[in-house]
C-alpha cells in the first residue's frame, strides 16, 4: 500500500508540474482546457512518467479550490490576481480572454487554409521537401496581421541551393516576409534537411513547437518522419503525449512531382547543383556575417549543410521568463 506521505510527495509533484503547464500556455497567451491540461503536461520534477487523466481532473479541481487556478468554460488560467479581485471580477477577466482566444483560432484556422493553398504554386521547387506551420499560428493564436512562421525541409546536401530557390520564388511572388510586410508572408527562420530531422534542442519549447506543428505540404512520409525522429526526447518533457495518429499524407500533384523530378535531375548533371550549393552557400554566409542582427545580445544563428536557424529575438528564453513571474504571482 502507498502510505499517505508517498500519496502527498505525488500529489505536491503533479500540482506542480500542472502549475507549471498552465503559467507557460498562460505566457503564451493561451488558456489551456482540462484534455491540452492532461496531453501537454510538462514534467519539471525530476523523474519523467505518465500520469492519468483522472488524476489531472482532481489535481485541477483541488488547485482550483486552493484557488491557484481559475477555470471558465473549461478553460484554464492560473489566479494571479489574488486578494485584489472578486471571483466574479477574476471570471470577467477570464471570460474576455477566452473569447479573444476563440477569436484567434479562428482567424488562424482561416490562415492556415490560405497558406495551404500557395503550396500549389510552391510545391515543385526543386529540392523543397516540406514546410511546416509553427509559432503563434499553428498554436491558433495568430491575428490578422500574423505572418506564415515556417520550418522549411530541403533535400540532405542541397539546403543552401534549396534555400536560394524558394526565397528567390516567394520574393517574385510577393510572399516572403522582409522588413515591414509580414501579414500572411512566409518567414524563413529555420531549414532542416531529411537527413537531419532530429532537433537541436530539447526543451519545452522545441517540444511543444514541434507537437504543434502543421504540414502545408510535402513529399510522402517526411512530416511523419520529423515527428518519429524526435518522439523520444519529446516524451522526456512531455510524458503524456502519444503519438498514435499521424497527420494523413497530403500528396503533392503528380505535375508538380514531375516537375520537381525533372528539375533536380537537370540541376545534377555535370555537377551543376553541387557547384550552385557551394557558391549559394558563400554568399549567404557573408550575408549574415554582415548582418547587424547577427549580433544582437540574444540572437540565436547557427548554420551548416544540415540545419539553418535565423532567430533574431528568440521567444524561447521570453516565455519560460514570463512562465516563472507568473508563478511567483500564485505562491
Given amino acids: 500500500m502507498i502510505s499517505k506521505q508517498m500519496r502527498k510527495k505525488e500529489e505536491n509533484k503533479i500540482n506542480k508540474n500542472i502549475l507549471f503547464t498552465i503559467a507557460y500556455y498562460n505566457a503564451l497567451d493561451y488558456q489551456p482546457t482540462t484534455f491540452y491540461v492532461w496531453k501537454y503536461l510538462i514534467f519539471v520534477t525530476g523523474n519523467v512518467e505518465k500520469v492519468g487523466l483522472n488524476k489531472i481532473i482532481l489535481a485541477l479541481t483541488d488547485l482550483q479550490k486552493k484557488q491557484k487556478i481559475i477555470e471558465k468554460n473549461g478553460f484554464w488560467q492560473l489566479n494571479i490576481f489574488g486578494n485584489n479581485l472578486t471571483g466574479k471580477q477574476e471570471q470577467k477577466i477570464l471570460k474576455k480572454r477566452v473569447k479573444l482566444q476563440i477569436q484567434k483560432n479562428k482567424i488562424s484556422t482561416a490562415k492556415l487554409q490560405r497558406a495551404r493553398k500557395w503550396m500549389n504554386v510552391i510545391g515543385w521547387l526543386p529540392y523543397l521537401r516540406g514546410m511546416i506551420l509553427m ?22 546536401g542541397r539546403i543552401w541551393l534549396g534555400r536560394l530557390i524558394l526565397t528567390t520564388w516567394l520574393q ?19 531549414f532542416i534537411t531529411d537527413g537531419s530531422l532530429q532537433f537541436q534542442e530539447h526543451n519545452e519549447f522545441a517540444s511543444n513547437e514541434i507537437l504543434f506543428s502543421r504540414c502545408l505540404g510535402r513529399e510522402k512520409n517526411v512530416y511523419n518522419d520529423l515527428l518519429r525522429n524526435n518522439i523520444k526526447w519529446i516524451k522526456k518533457n512531455k510524458p503524456n503525449f502519444i503519438l498514435r495518429n499521424l497527420n494523413s499524407e497530403e500528396e503533392i500533384f503528380s505535375w508538380q512531382n514531375k516537375i520537381k523530378i525533372f528539375l533536380e ?9 553541387s557547384l550552385l550549393n557551394k557558391i549559394s552557400k558563400k554568399i549567404m554566409i557573408r550575408k549574415i556575417i554582415n548582418n547587424p542582427k547577427t549580433y544582437t545580445s540574444q540572437a540565436d544563428i547557427r548554420y551548416g549543410d544540415f540545419f539553418l536557424i535565423f532567430l533574431p529575438y528568440p521567444q524561447r528564453d521570453v516565455i519560460r521568463r514570463k512562465t516563472l513571474q507568473l508563478l511567483t504571482k500564485i505562491t
Avoid at 515591414?180 to 512566409?186: K, S
Fill in 265 to 273: 535531375n537537370l540541376l545534377e548533371m555535370f555537377g551543376l547543383a
Fill in 135 to 156: 509559432g503563434t499560428l499553428a498554436l491558433k493564436r495568430g491575428g490578422i496581421n500574423s505572418d506564415w512562421d515556417v520550418l522549411v525541409m530541403t533535400k540532405k
Fill in 172 to 190: 517574385f511572388l510577393r510572399k516572403r516576409r522582409h522588413g515591414d510586410r509580414i501579414q500572411d508572408r512566409f518567414c524563413l527562420n529555420q
